[in-house]
């Protein structure tokens, strides 16, 4: 079973509906939880970190964790042809040290 | 402020030839990550470095090293490279070791 794990997609969206993103993780101990988009070809840039279980919003974007359920999802509003692109869920187990990211799960946009 | 940098952009190196990658961590930023991504999967964790001590290490043979600098840059070094090192290297710099990390635009190696 892999640390952490998402689809890869393509997820398949219309312009303007809601695209939503899931990742499951395997360990219990993990403290953080990120999310990054990744364009072809560049690095990836950060979009969203979660500490606690619940929903946290910014701007278009819903991160919300479920830590008895090991699983964080990422929720983009009012999808645009600009999100398209590969989105990483990535998981801090100890505190400091390092990130384990899942596969990245590819998102397309269709005006 | 300028964020993390890297060098170079690209590099091209044939099998058992060393390789040397820089990073110059994002002003006020005291922790350095190295993360390996090969084409189509996740990125993956090689080291890290805090105050110029290694806080945590990957799964990597020990042909890969680093080192960070007293100004938090860092190297990271690949000896006797092979085929299936070719891949984007990425840095990636956080305040303190427990936090949040950004990345640099990575280096790209190709080995031939």
């Known amino acids: 079973q892999k640390e952490v794990e998402q689809n890869s997609g393509p997820l398949s969206v219309p312009e303007g509906a809601i695209a939503s993103l899931n990742c499951t993780y395997s360990?219990?101990?993990?403290?953080?939880f990120f999310w990054y988009r990744q364009y072809s070809g560049k690095s990836p840039e950060l979009i969203m970190f979660?500490?606690?279980?619940g929903d946290k919003e910014d701007g278009r974007f819903t991160a919300q964790l479920n830590k008895a359920s090991q699983y964080v999802s990422l929720l983009i509003r009012d999808s645009q042809p600009s999100d398209s692109a590969t989105y990483l869920c990535?998981?801090?187990?100890?505190?400091?040290?390092?990130?384990?990211f899942g596969g990245g799960t590819r998102v397309l946009v269709k005006p | 402020d300028a964020g993390v940098t890297q060098s170079p952009t690209h590099l091209i190196k044939t099998r058992g030839q060393h390789v040397t990658l820089r990073c110059s961590p994002i002003s006020g930023h005291k922790s350095v990550s190295w993360y390996q991504q090969v084409l189509g999967q996740g990125p993956q964790f090689i080291f890290q470095?805090?105050?110029?001590?290694?806080?945590g290490r990957g799964n990597f043979p020990d042909r890969f090293s680093a080192r960070q600098f007293p100004n938090y840059s860092s190297e990271l070094n690949v000896n006797a490279l092979l085929l299936g090192d070719s891949a984007l290297y990425l840095c990636?710099?956080?305040?303190?070791?427990?936090?949040?990390?950004?990345f640099g635009p990575g280096t790209r190696l190709t080995v031939l």
């Open positions: 990535a998981v801090n187990v100890a505190a400091g040290n390092k990130l384990t």
């Open positions: 360990d219990r101990g993990s403290q953080s």
């Open positions: 470095y805090y105050e110029k001590e290694e806080r």
């Open positions: 990636a710099s956080s305040p303190i070791a427990t936090d949040t990390q950004y």
């Open positions: 979660i500490y606690s279980n």
